[in-house]
């Protein structure tokens, strides 16, 4: 079963840059002029952080070789303006980027709400509730954060680096060489670590569903739960999702600290080389000290962005498996066929023909070239053991499915040939499966009638026996039901 679901979930096989590029894309655009905003903050924060390591060779060699007091004031007042703008830009890139993300979370939520609720009914059948609701809450975010993550990484640490890089060249270019050789190492180590956080991610997203699907199958079902006695069985099911989730976590954190290891050993080694080498040139050959400890400066300043873009791409990486698995959702073809969304249903007397209707879900046979007719004007039962297409004769009546073979007619119309929104408004069901939303009485009443007037709504619950029990409730029509219902008595559901 958990291979069939892996299977489901990861067919989508797009390589990272192609997933960044569109999610850039689409989601970038609309939020150019902020990003703009926030580059030029981030561009400050680089600028700022090499003028400190440059600074630093006048602080040596005009304060203490030169010994000139009249520097001290005019490098103090530099420094001071410095952090200070690069505080100012620091929290204006913070702010910036965090209602660009917030924004892009909603709007991607409400393009998946959107995608999902316009599916038919066999995609929901054939979806667990833990994917989807893990869909529209972790993949979201995630697309957030792969975001958040090229954004800082290209502005924040690339700028930074650049800037500090040109601070070492232009001090000492031969030790800038020496400092720059840890790179292609670390880029081969990085790779590597790609590909297990990718497989990592995969299982921990299908263990996260699980835990969705657990904590939302208990929670609706609880008196189910409660009068066969099965918490423990579902306390065991959920602690095993729970550790798996730990365990996959645990290893994605250990892939990404062994960044660190790697990235330490190989700083170390290019600062070792580079003191080497500047205390050679400073003490035999008269090089200028303030250059070296600005250039030192500079390459320990520049280690942090450096390290943080080494590990890019395996952060990326466990972000990018939500995102693939947002887009399977966004590029699903619409599952309803509105063959005629213009076109109304015009009703006459309301007679309803099954004409040699044929459908199958799957392999399993439903409808088999069913025949009949419900006149209008008179009560027509469907009666039969369970499993015989009762309950698919009104899923076809509602468009539900269509049929493989045969038609469904009102009044002598194929409803195929009019639009959805105006069949099923043509439509009361009443359900087997009782469903309320959390919402009041009266919303709950008038939902399939968003315009109905007071006296509408009041009149329908007085014709269903409900008025009585509802003016009982503490608020009257007013009063929420709770989520499924579940303040009232199944009854009164």
């Not at 990003?35 to 981030?42: E, I, K, P, T």
């Not at 609701?133 to 697309?143: D, E, I």
């Not at 063959?339 to 023909?353: H, I, K, Q």
């Not at 007071?454 to 989520?483: K, P, T």
């Amino acid at each position: 079963m958990r291979k069939r679901l892996e299977a489901w979930l990861f067919a989508d096989a797009d390589g990272a840059p192609a997933l960044i590029r569109r999610l850039v894309t689409e989601n970038a655009r609309a939020f150019a002029p902020l990003y703009a905003l926030a580059f030029v903050c981030m561009g400050l924060v680089a600028a700022t952080t090499g003028a400190s390591a440059w600074v630093l060779k006048d602080v040596i060699n005009e304060i203490f070789v030169a010994r000139d007091g009249a520097m001290v004031i005019a490098i103090a007042v530099f420094v001071l303006v410095v952090f200070l703008v690069k505080g100012a830009a620091s929290y204006g890139q913070l702010v910036i980027l965090g209602r660009i993300g917030n924004a892009i979370v909603a709007q991607i939520q409400r393009r998946l709400f959107n995608a999902i609720t316009s599916q038919d009914v066999a995609f929901f059948e054939s979806s667990g509730i833990g994917d989807l609701g893990t869909r529209l809450s972790h993949n979201a975010n995630a697309a957030r954060a792969a975001l958040d993550l090229v954004v800082t990484a290209l502005g924040r640490d690339l700028l930074s680096v650049i800037a500090l890089v040109g601070v070492m060249v232009l001090q000492d270019p031969l030790m800038s060489v020496i400092a720059l050789v840890i790179a292609p190492p670390a880029i081969i180590v990085v790779s590597k670590l790609v590909r297990r956080v990718r497989r990592v991610a995969k299982s921990q997203f299908v263990s996260l569903s699980r835990i969705l699907s657990i904590s939302q199958e208990t929670i609706s079902g609880i008196r189910i739960v409660k009068a066969f006695a099965v918490e423990q069985r579902l306390r065991d099911e959920m602690g095993q999702a729970v550790a798996d989730v730990e365990t996959q976590a645990n290893k994605i954190t250990r892939l990404s600290a062994r960044t660190s290891p790697v990235m330490e050993t190989l700083g170390g080694m290019a600062i070792a080389l580079v003191i080497l080498y500047g205390g050679y040139s400073v003490i035999e050959l008269g090089s200028d000290p303030g250059s070296f400890v600005s250039f030192i400066a500079a390459l320990l300043l520049a280690y942090d962005p450096a390290r943080r873009l080494a590990r890019l791409n395996v952060n990326l990486s466990a972000h990018l498996v939500g995102v693939r698995l947002m887009y399977e959702v966004l590029d699903r073809e619409t599952g309803e066929r509105d063959t005629a969304p213009d076109a109304p249903l015009r009703l006459g007397e309301g007679r309803v023909t099954f004409d040699d209707v044929v459908f199958r879900y799957g392999e399993a046979p439903a409808l088999d070239h069913l025949v009949f007719e419900a006149r209008p004007g008179e009560v027509t039962a469907l009666v039969g053991p369970s499993g015989a297409g009762k309950s698919t004769v009104f899923a076809m009546l509602e468009r539900f499915h269509d049929p493989l073979a045969g038609r469904v007619l009102i009044d002598g119309t194929d409803i195929r040939e009019a639009g959805l929104q105006s069949l099923r408004a043509q439509i009361a069901l009443v359900s087997q499966d009782t469903f309320l939303f959390d919402l009041s009485v009266r919303d709950n009443i008038a939902i399939g009638r968003p315009g109905a007037s007071e006296d509408d709504i009041r009149q329908a619950a007085r014709e269903a026996n409900a008025e009585e029990f509802i003016l009982g409730l503490d608020g009257g029509y007013d009063a929420s039901v709770g989520e499924g219902g579940g303040r009232l008595s199944g009854g009164q559901r």
